[in-house]
């Protein structure tokens, strides 16, 4: 998402109908948004933006931020090591309401078998520890890959 990027109320809701979730009620939002969190400096990560994938799967995971339904999140947050000298570092680390932490990896219309194979044997490494979960949007839905 670029700096600076913010939605209309009304193209809020139309996004949140899009993928299924509650319209936004003004005034309930519990958590800051992604722009007042990064310009305060609490969300850190890797130095790039996100791509347009990953922007829209953040605006869904704010949504669910307001609801209550997550904790927080963090675009880029954790780096893992797994294997011998290879390191994974997963789109969004998500605190859910039990505290245990997700792991979620994007991805557009086309996912490479190298990727595939880079989220498996870190999920299977780090299985005791995190949650794994790959989304991909895919003729303008998301669906969540096994």
């Known amino acids: 998402m670029k700096r600076g990027v913010s939605l209309s109320l009304e193209q809020a809701n139309a996004h949140q109908v899009r993928h299924g979730f509650a319209p936004v009620i003004p005034g309930e939002s519990?958590?800051?948004t992604i722009?007042?969190?990064r310009s305060s400096g609490i969300l850190r990560g890797r130095k790039r933006s996100m791509n347009?994938?990953?922007a829209?799967?953040?605006r869904i995971l704010e949504a669910m931020w307001s609801r209550g339904e997550i904790v927080s999140f963090v675009y880029e947050g954790l780096r893992l090591k797994y294997a011998d000298g290879l390191y994974y570092k997963a789109d969004f680390v998500v605190m859910n309401p039990d505290k245990s932490v997700t792991l979620i990896e994007t991805k557009g219309g086309h996912i490479w078998d190298?990727?595939?194979v880079r989220f498996r044997a870190c999920a299977a490494e780090?299985?005791?520890w995190f949650a794994f979960e790959l989304w991909q949007?895919?003729?303008?839905?998301?669906?969540?890959i096994r």
């Open 126 to 128: 780090w299985r005791d």
């Open 114 to 116: 190298r990727d595939k």
């Open 35 to 37: 722009q007042q969190e």
């Open 56 to 58: 829209e799967f953040a």
């Open 137 to 144: 949007k895919k003729a303008g839905q998301w669906s969540r």
């Open 30 to 32: 519990r958590q800051p």
């Open 52 to 54: 347009k994938t990953e």
